[in-house]
């Protein structure tokens, strides 16, 4: 999906402290970071989270013993 969003003033002025602090690179970046941590606090997307937890960790967890990584992403 693509959208255009215009920010200015105090919305603009975060996005700028935290490209300054090198959190993020651009404010596209921080519309995705604030965007990921609402869904962090309020767990909205949880299920597909876990996916593609699994999905990019999969290699890691095949060195790992049966049921360590399960245990963690089943705690809620």
Do not use: C
Request: proline residues 1%; without cysteine.
């Amino acid at each position: 999906m693509n959208i255009t969003i215009n920010i200015d003033g105090y919305i603009n002025g975060i996005a700028e402290k935290l490209i300054a602090k090198g959190i993020v690179r651009t404010k596209s970046e921080a519309f995705r970071l604030g965007l990921l941590t609402l869904d962090d606090k309020y767990n909205l997307n949880r299920e597909d989270y876990y996916k593609m937890a699994e999905k990019k960790f999969s290699k890691l967890w095949q060195d790992e013993p049966k049921g360590v990584w399960e245990s963690y992403l089943n705690e809620k």
